[in-house]
């Protein structure tokens, strides 16, 4: 397995309950934005901190060991993985 979807696996593993309960609400605001879209800002901050934390320890040595351009696309492809399964997550922060 790729080192980002190892690193995804992990991530989701480790905060278990966050994304269990950040599912949820992803779902239904799928469904409909305008009535879920608060909530889902405020759990999703969280999620979007954590999903930070993994990626800079996904890429963070690449960058400082002169492979940055690597780096970007290995973030890109952690990004991807993450849509898959959240495939809202751009929209966290959004305001209607």
């Known amino acids: 397995m790729s ?8 991530m989701v593993k480790q905060n278990e309950q966050i994304f269990k309960s950040f599912k949820k609400i992803h779902d239904k605001y799928a469904l409909d ?8 800002n405020s759990e999703g901050r969280e999620v979007l901190d954590i999903i930070r934390r993994y990626e800079n320890r996904l890429c963070g ?3 400082s060991s002169g492979y940055s351009a690597f780096s970007g696309k ?7 993985e993450i849509k898959k399964e959240y ?3 751009d929209f966290i922060g959004v305001k209607k």
């Open 3 to 10: 080192k980002y979807k190892t690193l995804f696996s992990d």
């Open 33 to 40: 934005p305008n009535k879920w879209q608060e909530q889902f």
């Open 61 to 63: 040595r690449s960058k």
């Open 74 to 80: 290995l973030a890109e492809k952690f990004r991807e």
């Open 87 to 89: 495939s809202k997550i």
